[in-house]
Nanobody, 125 residues
């Protein structure tokens, strides 16, 4: 499956932004999808993930309560709604897909083998 992330941009602290991950080549409903982010000089970190049906999600503690991951399998797209953005949310955000059958906190451990290019989110004060 090929993934294309989009929707990043420059926003201010406290603003909201929704980024998207569109899939092509394969049906996205066959995959767990995760969002990860990376800033210069730091390791990539897990942000959120969603199960194949969308019924199970898991979030990093740093974004819990502010970010919401969702999916529209009919549109072959996964979204990350980001609210109450903070400067420390500034990063390049990547989406990734895994064919594993996992739920809950195990979504974090899925073997993500397909990665999209990143979309840059910049939060200014």
């Amino acid at each position: 499956v090929q993934l294309q992330a989009s929707g990043g941009g420059l926003v201010q602290t406290g603003d909201s932004l929704r980024i998207s991950c569109a899939a092509s080549g394969r049906t996205l409903s066959n995959y767990i999808v995760g969002w990860f982010r990376q800033t210069s000089g730091k390791e990539r970190e897990f942000v959120a993930a969603i199960s194949k049906t969308g019924y199970s999600t898991h979030y990093a503690d740093s974004v819990k309560g502010r970010f919401t991951i969702s999916r529209d399998n009919a549109e072959n797209t996964v979204y990350l709604q980001m609210n109450l953005l903070k400067r420390e949310d500034t990063a390049v955000y990547f989406c990734a897909a895994s064919e594993a059958n996992l739920y809950g906190t195990n979504l974090y451990r899925a073997p993500y083998k397909s990665w999209g290019q990143g979309t840059l989110v910049t939060v200014s004060s």
